[in-house]
């Protein structure tokens, strides 16, 4: 529980500076490591896929200004 609570807090705090991509997709690595189960190789593969929901939810979807890339904000 300390390992997803961590990440969640990182994923706030490096939201602005490495853009959504970015941020999210090492939330669902770091996120990962709270299994016992660790597959190494799908977590970024979940992060890429999940990163894409978020941009097409938030960004395009809802319309909110965060940015995307780092260097975007």
């Known amino acids: 529980m300390l390992v ?3 990440s969640i807090v ?3 705090m490096l939201l602005l ?4 991509v970015l941020s999210t997709l090492m939330l669902i690595v770091l996120a990962s490591f709270a299994s016992p ?3 190494i190789k799908e977590s970024p593969i979940s992060g890429v896929v ?3 929901l978020c941009v097409g939810m938030f960004v395009i979807g809802l319309k909110l200004q965060l940015p995307i890339w780092p260097g975007q904000g």
Do not use: D, H, N, Q
């Open 17 to 20: 500076p490495p853009g959504l």
């Open 37 to 39: 189960e660790l597959r």
């Open 50 to 52: 999940l990163a894409a």
């Open 10 to 12: 990182l994923f706030r």
């Open 4 to 6: 997803v609570t961590a």
